[in-house]
């Protein structure tokens, strides 16, 4: 009995009603326009004054409601109140506007519905209370049965014995009446207002996009303060060894430290600029690091946190780096970076590193070049650094970065060194 009761006059049942109710205010501008047409279509009359011709202005206006409702933001409108008034979950709804013509045709429908129905219920919610009263008091109130009110059954000229039943039976079908309207409309707004397949698949490309802008900043967050952090960590605890008895060294372990974290501020403040405007070029942010100007920066500060790195360069028939494609020189600069982070953590002995460019240019300046960086070390040991697994978030957002153009990562033992291997295409552009 309770469980019944809350489903016809609980929380949620009277704000259907009121989402009804709501409805069929708003069906009023159209039914007065129609009323207008269909009272001049009568021979000038006033078309309030007649039932028939009241409902014709009704059946008029629904046309006119479903035309109006192509607009855009019909169904952000709809989907809101639906939301807060009918208590459909949000993930059954569509967000946006409707962009096709056969969701446009669908929240068309809604809001006729909508519209429709409402506008009965609302009339029903007018009128019926009223009636009920008088039904009710009909026994009591002597006055009211030479008054002539209602139709039918439903009137003063009904057994005052048997009146109060009628009206009471008449609140009892309104609340029911608004309780069906409501549920009906609840259940079929996911079927009208629910996502269309180009509505999830825009959804879904917005996630994809925000994914990979997440990833893009988790990588370049990664890159540059992991290394910034393995380098520094290494030169700190390299000065503190031999504090007493190199202050030389120590010296140059200390502004190594200083010219690292500057440049990973400017860095980290680079990418945070991403992550707030999403515009990497705006004034004062600094540059993204290349292998054309800052390899040697990069080199002097893995070497001064005491790791020996030899570097064969052969940067092709140019002599150096600024030939390279600038996307190309970041990523390349990047994954170099990530190598030698991983070396400083993870090896246990000096680095060789390769970069060459491979291949060669045709007269159009495409050709079939490739970037070869090849970065060999001793793994870790049980009693030195943390050896290697397989890798870790680094070599894969460096397998990204190469993925990204078009490129391949290998990472793993060879010969007994630990080797990371990297090509990049420079002739196709990336992908």
């Known amino acids: 009995m309770r469980a019944g009761l809350g489903l016809v006059l609980g929380a949620r049942a009277r704000l259907r009603w009121v989402h009804l109710i709501l409805g069929g205010a708003l069906l009023m501008p159209y039914f007065l326009l129609a009323q207008v047409g269909v009272g001049m279509a009568a021979g000038g009359v006033n078309a309030l004054n007649s039932f028939p011709l009241s409902l014709a202005a009704y059946a008029a206006a629904l046309p006119l409601v479903a035309a109006t409702a192509v607009f855009g933001l ?29 969701a446009r045709g669908r929240t068309s429908a809604w809001w006729t519905l909508h519209l429709g129905v409402g506008a009965v219920v609302s ?21 009211l049965r030479k008054a002539r009110l209602g139709l039918g059954w439903f009137s003063t000229q009904a057994d005052p014995y048997v009146a109060p039943l009628l009206g009471a039976g008449l609140l009892a079908g309104l609340v029911l009446c608004a309780a069906g309207a409501g549920a009906l409309l609840a259940r079929l707004a996911p079927v009208l207002l629910g996502p269309t397949g180009a509505d999830r698949l825009a959804a879904a490309e917005e996630r994809a996009a925000d994914l990979a802008v997440r990833n893009r900043l988790a990588r370049e967050l990664h890159d540059a303060v992991g290394h910034a ?35 990973t501020v400017a860095e980290l403040d680079a ?15 600094a540059p993204a690091p290349t292998l054309d100007a800052d390899l040697d920066g990069l080199l002097a500060r893995t070497r001064a946190a005491g790791t020996t790195v030899t570097v064969h360069q052969h940067p092709g028939p ?9 996307i190309a020189s970041r990523e390349a600069y990047r994954i170099v970076q990530e190598g030698l982070s991983n070396a400083l953590r993870h090896g246990a002995g000096p680095v060789e590193l390769r970069i060459a460019v491979q291949g060669r240019e045709d007269d159009t300046g495409s050709g079939n070049r490739e970037l070869e960086i090849t970065m060999t070390n001793p793994p870790g040991t049980a009693a030195g650094p943390q050896p290697r697994t397989t890798g870790g978030r680094g070599l894969h957002g460096a397998a990204e970065r190469a993925t990204l153009l078009g490129g391949r990562v290998e990472a793993g033992p060879h010969q007994g060194l630990w080797r990371l291997r990297v090509v990049l295409p420079l002739g196709g552009g990336a992908r």
């Open 123 to 143: 009339g029903l919610t007018l009128a019926v209370p009223p009636m009920a009263v008088v039904l009710i008091t009909l026994p009591f109130v002597s006055g």
């Open 318 to 326: 140019a002599g150096d780096w600024a030939q390279l494609p600038a």
């Open 271 to 285: 990418v945070l600029g991403l992550l707030r405007d999403g515009d990497p070029a705006r004034p004062g942010a």
């Open 229 to 263: 952090l393995s380098a520094v960590t290494l030169q700190a605890v390299a000065a503190r060894r031999v504090l007493d008895s190199d202050p030389g060294f120590v010296r140059e372990a200390l502004a190594a430290i200083e010219e690292t974290t500057r440049r």
């Open 74 to 102: 019909v169904r952000p409108l709809s989907v809101t109140a639906v939301r807060v008034m009918c208590g459909v979950p949000g993930d059954r709804l569509a967000d946006g506007p409707a962009r096709s013509w056969a």
